[in-house]
């Protein structure tokens, strides 16, 4: 990839990318795409077979388990890949489960998980009927809501953890995890466009509100992972801050409310440039041989890094990626935004710094060299295993390790100039100095596959990969594809398309079996140990998101859809001159 400075008059820094063409022709692509479908029809088949309507399949032993409420969450979740792919037997097969799912009957509790049955059940309702026109998957989307209504029983409006739909209660802790609370916003905002009802965007408003209005003074306008949801503010006892675990989708439903509602809730966007503001100058990490770029959490008061790199992360470099696309984040102005309102309110030091970022970066350049380097290291930590296939977590070396050498890049020189630790200072360092080469982080790496994993050898001498395995299994997790797809999609650079590929290879390879795809217990084995499961996500979204890396036409243009958490994607819309004097919007 070649770099080339450009210093502008205000002497903001700007860094034109070049662009990697494939030599793959679109037919193949095209070919690539179906073998996909093939592979979806494959493991619905399988589901439907066996499974249904349970909730999904246990694809090692042919058999069913109601792990989601005992509703059939594989239907629901399948729904949009179905039209999507085509697939009209299978959806109209379907319908009539739907039709009969009684949402106050639960298995194997009284109680569902209300983030959950949102992003999955009523997520995959919304999108089917926002492609299909189905009334009846409308009908019964409003029938869930009913059922639900009793999550928002809380003091602040934020949801409870739990509901019974039969008893019309809610059940949970007083401190809740940033994911569970605040991702039913575009669900429910996009419920009431369609049903014209108040109610429904009063839930979601609410915790937009309550977001934006908390007191982030100590997180650096950073939504944190613990939250009172009785006086809808951050808890202060222990304050964790992550893009992993229990806070990933709320950091996301911050840029795509902004997104879905036609740039309409300024709130949503402010919170999220502060948010990305945070990740860039704090979380945002260098190992120390191959420099590759990783983002963790801090833990504790005295926060200090874990270097956990968790996969769930890896839904992060797609949201850089589709923030520097869809917003003019090189001209704020245009957006209503100014430095002066995003670091208000924050401690000096960290005033400062986001004055710094602020002003001495092309904001848009800044957030695809994040998305770049995040989604290469996401991309190496499959292709460094022997089966192609990515771990859950992974630790990050703090130091380098004995014997390894500081990765020598033949085009720019020896990158580890720039330094390990902190990304920003690296940044920092290397503008600074001239800006020569690559951005630290974002130059190619090849994968270091290891020959003898238990003891920590590498192929050859002094060569390592810069983490340990802490959870060796592959998910079936779509976080890394839509990362690469998004990348593919925002950026035109084949490269991502090529890497989504051959993970669908190893999926393939790996994970195959009689009646559909399993999760791998052990990636680094030869061959891998395989599990006993199928997560309805996996029809959802890893498969969702690889049929439209390789489908040469653009099926869910990026400026007219927002996908949810779940990858059900919801249409852009407007609220009218009528709706906002309904719904009392500014």
């Known amino acids: 990839m070649l770099y080339s400075i450009t210093l502008g008059p205000t002497d903001v820094l700007s860094i034109p990318r070049e662009i990697f063409r494939s030599s793959t022709p679109p037919a193949v692509w095209e070919a690539r795409a179906e073998q996909v479908k093939q592979a979806f029809v494959h493991a619905y088949h399988g589901y439907e077979e066996h499974a249904a309507p349970h909730d999904e399949l246990l694809p090692a032993t042919a058999g069913s388990v109601d792990n989601f409420n005992g509703w059939g969450v594989s239907v629901y979740d399948s729904l949009d890949t179905m039209l999507l792919m085509g697939l009209d037997d299978e959806f109209k097969r379907a319908l009539p ?24 059940y009523l997520g995959g309702l919304l999108s089917a009927y926002a492609m299909s026109r189905e009334r009846m998957l409308l009908d019964r989307a409003e029938d869930l809501t009913t059922s639900l209504a009793a999550a928002f029983d809380s003091k602040s409006g934020l949801p409870l953890y739990s509901v019974s739909p039969s008893a019309r209660r809610g059940k949970g802790s007083e401190i809740g995890v940033l994911a569970e609370i605040a991702s039913c916003q575009l669900e429910y905002s996009y419920l009431a466009k369609l049903t014209g009802k108040k109610e429904h965007l009063d839930h979601a408003y609410t915790i937009v509100r309550a977001l934006e209005h908390s007191d982030v003074s100590k997180t650096g306008g950073m939504l944190p992972t613990r939250w009172n949801v009785t006086s809808g503010q951050p808890w202060q006892s222990v304050l964790q801050v992550s893009v992993g675990a229990a806070a990933d989708s709320a950091h996301e439903y911050l840029l795509k409310q902004y997104l879905m509602e036609a740039r309409h809730d300024k709130g949503s966007l402010e919170l999220y440039l502060r948010t990305t503001n945070y990740i860039i100058t704090n979380l945002l990490y260098l190992s120390p041989t191959r420099r590759l770029l990783y983002v963790t959490d801090l833990q504790g008061n005295n926060q200090n890094p874990s270097r956990v790199f968790e996969h769930l992360s890896c839904f992060l470099p797609g949201l850089f990626a589709l923030g520097a696309y869809s917003l003019p984040l090189d001209r704020l102005s245009d957006l209503g935004i100014s430095t002066s309102s995003i670091i208000a309110g924050l401690p000096s030091e960290l005033r400062q710094k986001y004055f710094t970022l602020l002003t001495k970066y092309n904001l848009r350049d800044l957030h695809f060299w994040v998305a770049e380097g995040l989604a290469q290291t996401c991309w190496l930590t499959y292709a460094d295993q022997k089966s192609g296939l990515g771990p859950d977590e992974v630790v990050m070396d703090a130091v380098p390790r004995k014997g390894s050498e500081t990765f020598r890049d033949s085009t720019h020189g020896r990158e580890g100039d720039w330094g390990a630790g902190r990304w920003y200072d690296a940044v920092e360092k290397w503008r600074k100095s001239g800006a020569r080469g690559a951005p630290p982080g974002t130059a190619d790496r090849p994968p270091v596959v290891y020959d003898d ?77 395989r599990g006993n499961s199928m997560p309805s996500y996996f029809l959802a979204e890893t498969l969702k998101y690889l049929y439209l890396a390789f489908n040469n036409e653009d099926l869910v243009p990026l400026d007219k859809w927002v996908f949810n958490t779940e990858a059900h994607p919801f249409p852009v819309f407007n609220w009218t001159v009528a709706e906002r004097k309904k719904f009392g919007l500014s």
């Open 453 to 529: 994993y238990e003891n920590g050898n590498g192929p050859r001498e002094g060569h390592a990969r810069d983490y340990a395995t802490r959870k060796t299994e592959y998910l079936l997790r779509p976080e890394t594809i839509e990362s690469l797809y998004l990348m593919w999609r925002t950026t035109g650079d084949e490269r991502w398309r090529d890497r989504a590929w051959a993970i669908f290879e190893a999926i393939e390879r790996e994970t195959k079996t009689e009646t559909g795809y399993t999760i791998i217990k052990a990636v680094h084995r030869d061959p891998p140990t």
């Open 97 to 120: 489960i739907i039709a009969r799912t009684n949402f106050t009957s639960v298995t194997p509790s009284e109680y569902v998980p209300f983030f959950e049955t949102v992003i999955r």
